[in-house]
């Protein structure tokens, strides 16, 4: 079992920066790709940033060239260094860990999230 614990949420003015951080920890075998997802009220899940193992980073058009993800992997760790943000970038943040685990001999590919971090961008 995987446990993924996210933090940094809080509220700040338009323009203001944010930085989240997630954490897994359990029993971890490999981790393959760590990633932030949002929701806002109303509206689906929605992919903000991913970093796969040994990979270029990936962006939401929305977000880029304002947020920043980067991973400690001796730390099982990813952060999100959210700058410039903008009240539609309110919604509730949630870590993805995509896990490479054994069972039996066999490898096994499991998501585990986190159970998510209010950002509020407001005036």
């Known amino acids: 079992q995987v446990h993924v614990a996210e933090s940094g949420g809080g509220s700040v003015q338009p323009g203001g920066s944010l930085r989240l951080s997630c954490a897994a920890s359990?029993?971890?075998?490999?981790?393959?790709?760590m990633g932030w997802y949002r929701q806002a009220p109303g509206n689906q899940r929605e992919l903000v940033a991913l970093i796969p193992n040994g990979g270029i980073p990936k962006y939401a058009d929305s977000v880029k060239d304002r947020f920043t993800i980067f991973r400690d992997n001796a730390k099982n760790t990813v952060i999100l260094q959210m700058n410039s943000l903008k009240p539609e970038d309110t919604a509730v943040y949630f870590c993805?860990?995509?896990?490479?685990?054994?069972?039996?001999?066999?490898?096994?590919?499991?998501?585990?999230w986190g159970q998510g971090t209010q950002v509020t961008v407001s005036s």
């Open positions: 359990g029993k971890i075998f490999s981790i393959n790709v």
């Open positions: 993805k860990v995509v896990h490479l685990g054994r069972e039996q001999g066999t490898f096994k590919i499991t998501d585990f």
